[in-house]
């Protein structure tokens, strides 16, 4: 069976996203006061050929711990779409 799973994948909350700041300082230069932080991330979409949800959960998982996320500066989540 196919499936598709999404990773999301985000700096760690105590380290510094400089990407995120830079964002956040063009939106306030927009006038847009109200916004308080921006973390920026990526999402990933995986099509997977598995034998169950579970499976795929798992090899998607594996991809991200091995290839797709930093643990030392990054955290995932992964979830089943559908």
């Given at each position: ?59 998607a ?22």
């Amino acid at each position: 069976m196919k499936f598709i799973v999404q990773v999301r994948v985000m700096p760690l909350k105590d380290l510094l996203d400089p990407q995120g700041k830079a964002v956040l300082g063009g939106l306030q230069s927009l006038g847009l006061d109200g916004i308080q932080d921006v973390r920026i991330g990526k999402h990933i979409d995986l099509h997977i050929e598995a034998e169950s949800p579970e499976q795929a959960t798992s090899i998607a998982s594996e991809a991200a711990k091995k290839l797709l996320a930093n643990q030392v500066m990054e955290n995932f989540e992964v979830s089943l779409v559908g």
